[in-house]
């Protein structure tokens, strides 16, 4: 009896250890990355104490870290950033979707094109600005806004929702894109109002002409509500999407030294956060990740009031800074985000969790 309650409990041990190597082995049908532009640290912990000591960020199960220089810098700015987390590669400040010497590298939304994935954009900018560019054009120069729109055709992204309309229909060469993007089957739409009556299909989503408002200034909840209309849009397709999400703002508070501006940005992110992270507990097929490209104002928390939401801070700088930056990771393959690493390997990360062949 005694040998037989051995041999069932061994049995019992090898069939849960089996379970848990099989969930931890397991591989995601959907990437959504998501990034908060400047977002360190103390960005993190300043929205934690202006949402009265809670975020939805705190559900990641995994927490590494991020090496972010630039190959031509030791403070990379968003397009290198971006660049290294689409395309695999470290690059020079400024590059779009280009090597250091400005050879054009294949993206991680193109890659999940070709496998026949769904693939989306959402951005509270310019959907031509440095990171979201950085996962679908390929050029020299952040700078070349126009050029950046004119990638956007030699693409099949399902979905892209942020501003920039200008780069589309009031171009320097006459041409109105917005036209090319209805002959390939594109809705296109101008306000919240419109994203939401898109259920099915393609979507070009212009919310600005350049860059939408700040949270404060009256844009409100539209980075959730675009979140929860690419992830419908694209969770249509069964073999899986790639989207990525970028808090754009989050860096425009840092650059200006303003603690409510990151605050309010921080927490509007995080909303965003909650409702992929619960997308992704019901769905059981999707790995979330949250980053960002470099920290922005060198901020120091000096004082702060979780009980009534306040908080102060100091700022060093009114630019980017080197330090490393925090990565959260929630779903199938989270655990392969632990650690210190450089920013260019959570490109191959996403490659490894797709399970993508290498050409």
Not at 92 to 111: F, H, Q, R, S, W
Not at 116 to 130: D, E, F, K, P
Request: aromatic letters at 8%.
């Amino acid at each position: 009896m005694f040998k037989k309650n051995i041999l069932l409990i061994g049995l019992f041990l090898f069939i849960a250890i089996a379970g848990v190597a099989q969930k931890r082995g397991k591989h995601p049908k959907n990437i959504i990355l998501m990034v908060g532009d400047g977002m360190g640290a103390a960005q993190i912990y300043a929205g934690l104490t202006g949402n009265f000591g809670k975020l939805d960020l705190e559900q990641c199960t995994t927490v590494g870290f991020h090496k972010n220089t630039a190959t031509d810098n030791y403070v990379t700015d968003s397009a290198a950033g971006a660049t290294a987390f689409a395309c695999g590669q470290k690059t020079y400040n400024g590059a779009i979707g280009v090597d250091a010497n400005g050879k054009p590298i294949p993206t991680i939304l193109e890659m999940a094109e070709q496998h026949g994935l769904a693939t989306g954009l959402v951005a509270t900018c310019s959907i031509t600005h440095a990171t979201p560019a950085s996962f679908i054009s390929h050029q020299s120069s952040r700078s070349l806004d126009e050029n950046i729109a004119l990638d956007f055709l030699n693409t099949d992204v399902d979905v892209f929702i942020g501003g920039g309309r200008k780069f589309f229909t009031q171009r320097k060469d006459g041409l109105n894109l917005n036209d090319s993007l209805k002959a390939r089957g594109y809705h296109i739409a101008n306000s919240m109002a419109e994203v939401q009556q898109v259920t099915s299909g393609k979507l070009a989503a212009f919310l600005a002409d350049e860059h939408q408002a700040r949270f404060s200034d009256g844009r409100g909840d539209e980075l959730v509500k675009s979140t929860e209309a690419a992830i419908q849009l694209l969770n249509t397709n069964k073999k899986g999407m790639f989207l990525m999400i970028e808090g754009s703002q989050i860096d425009w508070g840092g650059h200006n030294n303003n603690m409510q501006y990151i605050v309010d940005e921080m927490i509007d992110f995080d909303h965003a956060i909650g409702k992929v992270i619960e997308f992704a507990r019901n769905d059981g097929n999707t790995l979330v990740i949250i980053t960002a490209d470099h920290e922005t104002g060198g901020l120091s928390l000096v004082a702060g009031n979780i009980s009534t939401g306040a908080v102060e801070g100091k700022f060093t700088t009114s630019n980017h800074t080197g330090v490393m930056i925090p990565v959260f990771a929630y779903g199938p393959g989270a655990e392969q985000f632990s650690g210190i690493y450089q920013n260019s390997d959570i490109f191959h990360k996403m490659f490894s969790a797709f399970r993508f062949k290498k050409k």
